[in-house]
């Protein structure tokens, strides 16, 4: 067993994806692939997303975001075009684990190219591709607890519907009268656009992507992550009639990311020229990060 880094405790990013999915397995997936999956899932891996969600849930508060938004919102730490940021995601190497045989780009063109297969619109096919380009993150030196994970609002009551809720009781919101009930700082359904979410991959994208996307890609980018909600309904009250339409692609979203493993992984030389013409069509050359 290797070193264990405290404050990165998984060994690959990954690993959170795989405990996602234990979490909620893919419905059509056969009972024989599960338990296969399950001894795949050893105990040292389960040890490791602990110690991610035990810092994730103890620093995530209110402040914490303030703080990051104030530091990456600027976007004056690098200009890439999509290409350069995908080709710079893909140096993020984990420590050498021997289970991941996929790198960045790989789960990228996956998730799309299931997208594609299912003749959804060409800007669903490129949310796909582009939806977890935020993780460049961790190249800026940002701890896995503050890129990747469940992602949950701040600023009110954590919900016990979030994975390892008692990891909320060290979060200082917790304690905290302005945020410690239901509503906090927020009014009953007063929408997700005036709620704070934790901070990390998905809000990152969001707001370098806010202005080139439709409106449902740009929801399924900033809410990816937020399993307490497109899977467990758990924040309703804080949610707008509108936000509950904008869901419906969310969770349409979901499982291209979850569970589009393709058995033979795409040919990203071959691809490219495709990726290429439809990043051009909504995006311009230079993004800021
Ligand atoms: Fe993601
Ligand atoms: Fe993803």
Redesign the pocket.
């Known amino acids: 067993m290797g070193k264990i880094d405290k404050n990165n405790p998984l060994k690959s990013l990954e690993h959170w ?1 795989d405990d996602i999915l234990q979490r909620y397995p893919d419905p059509d997936t056969q009972e024989k692939e599960k338990e296969a999956f399950r001894d795949y899932q050893n105990s040292e891996r389960i040890d490791t997303v602990r110690a991610f969600y035990k810092l994730n849930h103890q620093y995530q508060n209110y402040d914490f975001v303030i703080k990051k938004e104030q530091e990456f919102l600027r976007f004056d730490k690098k200009e890439m075009s999509l290409w350069e940021a995908v080709d710079f995601l893909n140096t993020l190497i984990d420590d050498s684990d021997p289970d991941i045989d996929l790198d960045q780009l790989q ?1 990228l063109l996956q ?1 799309s190219e299931a997208i594609r297969a299912d003749g959804h619109p060409d800007w669903f096919v490129l949310t796909g591709f582009l ?2 380009v935020g993780k460049v993150l961790c190249l800026f030196g940002e701890p896995q607890w503050a890129v990747v994970g469940d992602t949950f609002p701040v600023g009110c009551q954590f919900s016990d519907k979030i994975v390892y809720p008692e990891f909320f009781e060290t979060n200082t919101d917790s304690s905290d009268d302005r945020y410690n009930h239901k509503y906090g700082i927020y009014e009953k359904n007063c929408g997700l656009n005036n709620v704070k979410m934790s901070w990390g991959h998905d809000e990152y994208l969001y707001q370098i992507m806010k202005d080139y996307l439709p409106e449902p890609a740009l929801y399924m980018i900033r809410y990816h992550s937020f399993y307490a909600q497109h899977r467990e309904n758990a924040y309703d009250h804080l949610m707008s009639e509108h936000d509950h339409k904008m869901f419906e692609w969310v969770k349409k979203f979901n499982p291209y ?1 979850l569970y589009s493993k393709a058995p033979v992984p795409p040919d990203a030389k071959t691809l490219k020229p495709y990726y290429q013409d439809l990043v051009a069509k909504y995006l311009p050359e230079k993004l800021k990060f």
């Open positions: 994806e789960h998730t939806h977890d990311d």
